[in-house]
């Protein structure tokens, strides 16, 4: 059964960094490889509804941000670790949310529902 596993996660002060990682497992199971699916992060803040964050697809094209972060976070990309990684630098209040990764096949969507494989989600709070 695939599985994403993120971790990283934790209290940062404003104006600091987290690096974020999701590692996929069991893709093989879905009947095709790691590479063609797309990977993507999302975050939620309770009560507001699960937005996209940013969208890598192949080896290292990201094909999406958010507005909020661009400039500010990057997401990578090692296919041979089976790993994605978000590095958030100069984080503010409003980036507090739970961290997810998510895996979808073929095609980037910033849409929840088009959405194949979920992790549980990581916690980042940014808080002096």
């Known amino acids: 059964q695939p599985q994403l596993v993120e971790s990283g996660g934790g209290l940062v002060q404003p104006g600091g960094s987290l690096r974020l990682s999701c590692t996929a497992s069991?893709?093989?199971?879905?009947?095709?490889?790691?590479?063609?699916?797309?990977m993507s992060w999302f975050r939620q803040v309770p009560g507001k509804e699960r937005e996209a964050v940013s969208c890598i697809r192949g080896a290292d094209i990201v094909t999406y941000y958010a507005d909020s972060v661009k400039g500010r976070f990057t997401m990578s990309r090692d296919n041979a670790k089976n790993t994605v990684y978000l590095q958030m630098n100069s984080l503010k209040p409003e980036d507090t949310a739970v961290y997810y990764c998510a895996a979808r096949f073929l095609v980037c969507s910033n849409a929840v529902k088009d959405v194949n494989y979920w992790g549980v989600g990581t916690l980042v709070t940014v808080s002096s």
């Open positions: 069991g893709f093989t199971a879905s009947g095709f490889t790691l590479d063609v699916y797309t």
